[in-house]
């Protein structure tokens, strides 16, 4: 298994240079923070922030992720963005099936990305942006990806995307970019009686789906394709991804 996989990501992560392509998750980012619950009174001691953090994924020390994602070993994410290139030996690959996650084990993160981290603080909106090589079998005029996703705090389920097309954007040779988000997130963490400010383990998870995306080789951790996420993003950044 672990050599049909290496191929196609071996193949992905040697096509050539790879353009930088104005990320959503900005290494200078000021920190903002916007009251989530509390602003309604005169003190200030019950409010609650949800404030802004851009995050990278890093490798867990494979090239080829599935390996790592079969012994519980994901993608991990932190405020560090990559320093390296791929001429440099970085970047890391996840071969994306869907036909796993669509008939046997929804969100299987042993057949598409998965990244996880630690987060302390409210959530309120989380903006993700990824890299990716589309499908053999993808035309080169497709101008959209339909995705599957799912993100979850603290072990719950608290959003998920089920077969929503997102924009595919070229951003240097082969390689495609997608970005979506989830929003209103501090009801539904809420409801699983999650506190708000406290520190989150937070794990995203993304497949192709369907039979035109399905076989994706979602690609990260290099300064090519700096996929990571904006926890708590600025409203105009929301906007823009509709």
Request: proline letters at 5%; aromatic letters at 6%.
């Amino acid at each position: 298994m672990r050599h049909a996989l290496t191929v196609p990501l071996a193949l992905a992560l040697a096509a050539g240079s790879l353009a930088f392509s104005d990320p959503i998750v900005a290494p200078d980012a000021d920190e903002s923070c916007t009251v989530i619950r509390g602003g309604e009174t005169a003190t200030e001691d019950d409010d609650i922030l949800a404030c802004r953090a851009d995050v990278w994924f890093h490798d867990a020390g494979a090239k080829v992720g599935n390996v790592q994602n079969a012994n519980d070993m994901l993608a991990s994410w932190d405020g560090t963005a990559p320093d390296t290139s791929v001429a440099g030996g970085a970047g890391g690959g996840v071969v994306a099936t869907s036909v796993s996650h669509q008939f046997v084990e929804p969100h299987d993160p042993k057949a598409g990305f998965a990244a996880a981290g630690t987060y302390e603080g409210a959530i309120e909106d989380v903006a993700v942006e990824m890299y990716l090589f589309p499908p053999a079998g993808m035309a080169q005029s497709e101008t959209s990806f339909r995705v599957d996703a799912q993100l979850l705090i603290d072990g719950h389920p608290i959003a998920s995307l089920a077969d929503v097309t997102v924009p595919m954007e070229t951003a240097g040779d082969a390689v495609q970019r997608i970005r979506f988000a989830f929003t209103d997130l501090s009801d539904i963490s809420e409801l699983y009686g999650i506190d708000l400010a406290a520190s989150h383990d937070v794990e995203l998870r993304v497949h192709g789906t369907g039979a035109a995306t399905s076989g994706a080789v979602f690609v990260y951790d290099s300064t090519e394709v700096p996929a990571g996420m904006v926890i708590n993003p600025p409203a105009a950044l929301l906007a823009e991804l509709g």
